[in-house]
């Protein structure tokens, strides 16, 4: 298949290519196989090749929405049984996954063919992707610019043409942040609309959740189709949609009431250009019939944010206890940022940390009133543009007192210092908006509507009410017919 003809379609149009008989699934995986030999070596996305397992599945007969299209998982959560596994861990390469993930298994039975596995920071737990194991992820639109995290490798694959949609995940923005550095969709769904299983319930207390980032809405819409729906594993039956999304994509919405606001105290300024993304859609809606109007932050999101951090923190630590166990490993088999927050998490008493869990139906009951009088929540996803790779780096003298620290079990030393809340504000100040979707469960979908004058993608969020996904994905679909992105690729070659 020529590289151009490829590039033009999304993963639906591959499809149609070949349920035409114009084309065959080997034919595509030759395709993205080229592209990836092209561009990966410059932004490095796929972290592990699985062409074994592609070169097995080509010859076999593939059904589904999906059927042939090449495809990529993220390295963290998304298992192929006895396929390498690894989260970015130093300590878990080499790894080979027990049981295929649900998730994945209805990918596979959706037709995906897929032949490799994408970066991701060292279990997730950053917006960046620069995980010592494999080294950063640049981004296609600028390659000494952060995709995001942690699905950035994802994002980035996606963006440069490998793969038309591909696996990603999203406990505190990790689907939205990459879509919105990269120019792409990116759906996080509510909670336990998507399974976890057979290994996991509900990841991070049911903040985390899977689905893709994609450079079409439709492409959106059909994977959820696929992958909505309880497993064995699941704690509740979630209110799976009646009928496809895909489906009602071109149903009009009616006028919505839309409220929309840049502010955060995570910041000490407000970008200009995050600013502007929020204007620009805001005029978009108004010019498409929506009654948009500025509001204040619905929510405490300095609050909230701290609840955040407590259980991602405490998580950290469990997280690292049992891998230590398991495998045998030291602590220099994890990155100092891991190690440091899993002390953190330590250091919290079991009393902080439930009450970290209480406040968010605080947090829930907020974002309900401000639903009371408006149908959906615009906010950047960004604090600011996609930001220059290494930027988060600890800077290496505290990097020495953090080891320091730690070697000494006086890490609460540290934190009363404020250093650590320098940090902690860096890391989440650039990406303030996400971490409501993922407190509430609710829904939430970054859209690219906006460029900087740069030339750098600076996505759109919309956070809905339970169970809006199907509102989210036809205000996402009207939004592309306006302001078409699909065509706006990054210029790598």
Known sequence: MDEQDYLARDGLGLAELVASGETKPGDLLAAARSRADAVNPRINAICTRLDEHADARVTERLDGPFAGVPFLLKDLHQQLAGEPTSDGCRALAGTRAQRTGTVVQRWLDGGLVVFGKTNTPEFGSKGVTEPALFGPTRNPWALDRTPGGSSGGSAAAVAAGIVPVAGASDGGGSIRIPAACTGLVGLKPGRGLVPSGPDDSEPLGGLATQGVISRTVRDSAAMLDLLAGPDDMSPYTPAVPDRPLLSQLDEPTGPLRIGYTAASSLRDDVHPEAVRAVEHAAQLLTELGHHVEEVEPPYDDRQLGEDFLTVWFVHQADELAR???????????????????????????????????????????ALARFHTGHDLLL?????????????????????????????????????????????????????????????????????????TPDGLPLGVQFVGRLSSEALLLRLARALEVAAPWDGHLPRLS
């Open 379 to 451: 906010t950047p996803t960004l604090g600011e543009p996609p930001i220059r790779t290494g930027s988060l780096a600890m800077p290496a003298p505290m990097q020495w007192l953090a080891e320091a620290m730690m070697r000494t079990r006086s890490f609460g030393v540290l934190r009363r210092t404020g250093i650590v809340d320098q940090v902690v504000r860096r890391n989440l100040g650039w990406v303030p908006y996400t971490q409501l979707a993922n407190m509430t469960g609710r829904p939430a979908i970054s859209l690219p509507l906006h460029l």
């Open 323 to 365: 891998i230590k166990r398991e495998t045998g490993a030291g602590d220099d088999d994890f990155e100092p940022d891991t190690r440091m927050m899993a002390e953190l998490g330590r250091g919290f008493s079991a009393v902080e940390l439930q009450a970290a869990q209480e406040r968010r139906r605080d947090h829930v009951a």
